[in-house]
């Protein structure tokens, strides 16, 4: 298996499909997307588990100066990359797993303190909002003014269930 130069992976090219170089049997591997951005990825083993298991180390950056101690999510070169990955095999030989703090978690959606609560039925002002918009308007120009003065907010909301007491 042929190993990663620097060369390689500026003389990527974009490919209608994502494509992977491989750097010799490492795990390192810089990705190729579609629209000709590169990264670094290591492809291994979850420690536990024993699945296959890919983590993206960061952009490629082609000029740049070696980092001396490389981070997940920095711009990295391909020794860069290689240090970074060498780091991360020595902590899945220890049994961690480094993609394990960046699995997606649902996040818990808490209602703030301008948020409205969810649980409130929000049909009501919505229909008095629409009577607002379009029914009295219209209703104000094709009937009389005693007909018209019938209609009111008041009796609107009160044909609108779950609407709030306040309009």
Same mark, same amino acid.
């Given at each position: 298996?042929?190993? *990663? +130069?620097?060369t ?8 209608? &499909?994502?494509?992977? %170089?491989? #750097?010799a049997? @490492? ?21 536990d ?5 890919? *983590? +993206? ?10 980092? &001396?101690?490389?981070? %997940?999510? #920095?711009?990295? @070169? ?6 970074l ?5 020595r ?19 808490e209602?703030?303190?301008t ?8 049909f ?12 009295i ?31």
């Amino acid at each position: 298996m042929p190993r *990663l +130069t620097p060369t390689a992976c500026e003389r990527a090219s974009k490919r209608d &499909e994502e494509y992977e %170089l491989s #750097d010799a049997g @490492t795990g390192l591997r810089l990705r190729v997307l579609p629209s000709g951005q590169r990264s670094f990825i290591l492809r291994y083993r979850r420690p536990d588990s024993k699945k296959p298991a890919k *983590l +993206t180390l960061g952009p490629y950056s082609a000029g740049a100066e070696p980092i &001396e101690t490389p981070r %997940l999510g #920095d711009p990295l @070169t391909l020794q860069s990359a290689r240090m970074l990955t060498e780091e991360l095999k020595r902590a899945i030989n220890r049994g961690e797993d480094p993609g394990a703090a960046y699995k997606r978690k649902p996040k818990k959606v808490e209602p703030g303190p301008t948020d409205e609560p969810t649980d409130i039925n929000l049909f009501g002002p919505a229909c008095i909002a629409f009577a607002q918009q379009y029914v009295i308007p219209k209703q104000r120009s094709k009937l009389s003014g005693a007909r018209v003065e019938s209609i009111s907010l008041q009796s609107t909301a009160a044909e609108c269930p779950g609407s709030y007491e306040a309009f």
